[in-house]
């Protein structure tokens, strides 16, 4: 999934940022509240990792502008503030989980996960498509039963098109779920992912609407 990280520590930024890329999401990283804003006016998120302490102003405001225009995308607050008051303040902004500095990463994951899934309303945690069984909690493909040794960007390819079963999804979409501003994508990145995925999850799991798009079928 995309993801806007706003953090002003270069240290904990590229930690979050590369631990967020391990786990195969796009990071687009802002240092302060100006950049965010223009960020969630012209893209869509999966969801937000957001400083309060910044430059230039509290992290509360991108936070508040996201809810009053409408936007249900999940945030999760990081900051060292820890005192009662704070974590009340950012909850009633809209918030859906605080994490106090210093965390970890992989926590971090755990709880983007979590609120994503009932952003979702996706309680379910296993997709199923044909013989693919794809566990969100897990982060784990099953092909005929067997755990697939899949990479994160692959992971990723399969969330989004399991997510969207037997809905077209373009090639633009799968880049703008993987990838953040500043990657450089090579051309056939994409359709190296599908093939790899075919490989290892059947020839069949994928159809391929050429030059439209890609597609998984509920029933494989
Ligand atoms: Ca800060």
Known sequence: MRILLIEDDEMLGEAVRDGLAQEGHAVDWVRDCAAALGAVASWSFGALVLDLGLPDGDGLGVLRWLRQN????????????????????????GADDYLIKPFDIEELGARLRAITRRADGCTDTLLTAGEVVLDLRQRMVRYQGTPAALTAREYAVAELLMRRAGCLVTRAE??????????????????????????KLGPGFITNLKGRGYRVDNAG
């Open 70 to 93: 409408g936007r249900g995308t999940p945030v999760v607050i990081v900051t060292a503030r820890d005192r009662i008051g704070d974590r009340i303040a950012g909850l009633d902004a």
């Open 174 to 199: 799968i880049e703008e779920e993987l990838y953040g501003f500043d990657d450089q994508i090579a051309s056939n990145a994409i359709e190296v992912h599908i093939h790899n995925l075919r490989r």
